[in-house]
């Protein structure tokens, strides 16, 4: 049956497109334009962008609040971490899969924990539940003496491609930055597909998806344990990029950075992960280097930035949950479409509307 | 045949009796209308029927088959499709999406992740939106549509599974005089298709649409049957009118 769309039919201007292409022109040539010090800086936000990405994916996308994503980091950069000094292991094409493996396995552990079962489980109780896992593994770890205790572990040995070992620098950045890519790409066609149509439905209402018929609890447990391979995949490219994974990469206060890079940046926007790991990352840095600031204030941030972030995420929360990206980009945008009809029908409209266009990003 | 009966159904919430007993058969294309005072458990009873209520005793048929235990989306997967009495659409997503939701229910896990049925369920879809003449706001987020248009969606999404049973909490509540004579006009066609059960206060459109009524009070059934006999009867003229 062909029906018409009336010229009312709203559109709306697109710029996410725009930000993603204009990010990418920006990372592509750093290596050629940073010095050393600056490539491994942006080595490390494109490795946490991975942990941002995941985060917005349970919490922006599914409504699950996860306070556990850097568990899922740590245990993988663990694993990987002792499969490189006590085994001799160096291959990335080993080693990275390994990570991203046992962080879907853990996540999937945890997911059994608190998001499965006859009942849902309410928000506080996931949160909860993953904070509790959080810093019950990380009290474990640092009392662990087999996997370093408090010091962790330090020296791992570089990755390799057969013979070719992947240096910090150039090499990794960019292999760093295309796992980055991939990973947005794949979350950006899942979280438009129907499959994110049902998490939107889910984030917003979750009894009426329920009386559609759909088993919550398997959507919330496939997206959980996706997020928690690619957060155990930035743990291991952290590990092996820093030459170091210790106890304060699994537990709370990491899983509380990835919530505030995402809610910065801009919650249910991908791009929105990464801004926020970029501009936080770079002012913590920056800010306590600026002389203009004084002593007294550069002494403070040094030891009290914590409490800025802190101030920064209530100020957000408080007067921007659609953070940086709510700057630039319309809600409409923001929330986007899955299925909806071509747009120049719908702009014109007395044409037949045929088939539907596919989604926005 | 009976589509769906409800034996002896009671529900207790601490000492409160909100249903004690109370029995309903509705048939296959019939419109069957749940009536009562405020309070007398008609909305609990609806809930009861769509599981988001869990009976503290009685047994819920839906054809042959014990739905008692069914969770909200086993029923759904029955064949119940429920609408609430306070609009739950997807207020951001667009009106499109909110019937598209509601569509691809039926689809697999594996055709959702690959969105192997977004063509093909694109026809549907735009037929149950120019059926509930929502076409020109297809591209609308649904928090921006009025309140009746807010109902109409809420019942073109219940309607595009294909249940065997639409229930329908108060779907006139709040709309003008003449959104109720639409509505009306919209859910006739549906008979060849589905039975629907409805809970309604305003009786006049109730008495229109429907073949059969159930009164209850307090919890109880006082008369069920066809709309005209129960119309008449002395005990449900008493019931409403000890309430008022």
Known sequence: MNQTVSPSASTYRQVLPWIEIALLLVALPLPWILDDFWILFATKICILALLALSFDLVWGYAGIMSFGQA??????????????????MSSV???????????LVVAFVVAVIVIFGKRIPSIIFVALGTLTGSYVVER??????????????????????GSFEIEEGVAFFYMALALLIVFYLLLRWLVRSQFGLVLAGIRQNESRILFFGYNVQTFKGVTF??????????????????????????????STQAV?????????????????????????????????????????????????????????????????????????????????????????????????????? | MSL??????????????????????????????????????????????????IPTEGTILLGNRDITSFTAAERARAGLS?????????????????ILIALQANSSLFVLLLSLSRKALHEKAMDCLARFKLVDKHDQLAAYLSHGEQQWLEIAMALAREPKLLLLDEPTAGMSPQERRATGELLAPIKSSCSLLIVEHDLDFIKDICDSLTVLDQGQVVASGPTQEVQNS???KEAYLSHA
């Open chain 1, 140 to 161: 474990l770890v640092r009392g662990w003496s087999y996997v370093g205790g408090q010091n962790g572990i330090s020296s791992l040995p570089r990755l390799s491609v």
């Open chain 2, 4 to 53: 769906l009966e409800a034996r002896n159904i009671r529900k207790i919430y601490g000492s409160l009796k909100a249903l004690d007993g109370a029995s309903l058969v509705v048939s296959g294309n019939e419109f069957h209308g749940l009536i009562g005072p405020n309070g007398s458990g008609k909305s609990t009873l609806l809930k009861c029927i769509a599981g988001a209520e």
């Open chain 1, 225 to 254: 344990s996706l997020a928690g391979l690619i957060a155990g995949l930035s743990g291991g490219l952290f590990a092996f990029h820093e030459g170091f994974i210790g106890p304060g990469q699994l537990g709370p206060v990491l």
């Open chain 1, 71 to 88: 568990l899922f980091f740590g245990v993988a950069g663990y694993t990987t971490a002792l499969l490189a000094t006590k085994n001799g």
């Open chain 2, 234 to 236: 002395q005990r449900v």
């Open chain 1, 260 to 361: 505030l890079y995402v809610l910065f940046g801009g919650v249910g926007t991908l791009v929105g992960a990464i801004l926020g790991v970029s501009v936080i990352e770079l002012i913590s840095y920056v800010l306590p280097q600026v002389d203009a600031l004084g002593p007294g204030v550069q002494q403070f941030l040094e030891t009290g930035w914590p409490i800025v972030l802190g101030l920064l995420l209530l100020v957000t929360v408080m007067f921007r949950p659609t953070g940086l990206v709510g700057f630039m980009v319309s809600e409409r945008e923001r929330i986007g479409s899955f299925g909806r009809p071509p747009k120049s029908q719908a702009a014109t409209g007395s044409r037949p509307v045929t088939q539907p266009r596919e989604a926005q990003s």
């Open chain 1, 93 to 103: 094409l080993i080693l990275m899969p390994v990570a991203a493996l046992i962080g």
């Open chain 2, 82 to 98: 429920l609408k609430f009495q306070i609009t739950a659409v997807l207020p951001e997503l667009s009106v499109y999406d909110n």
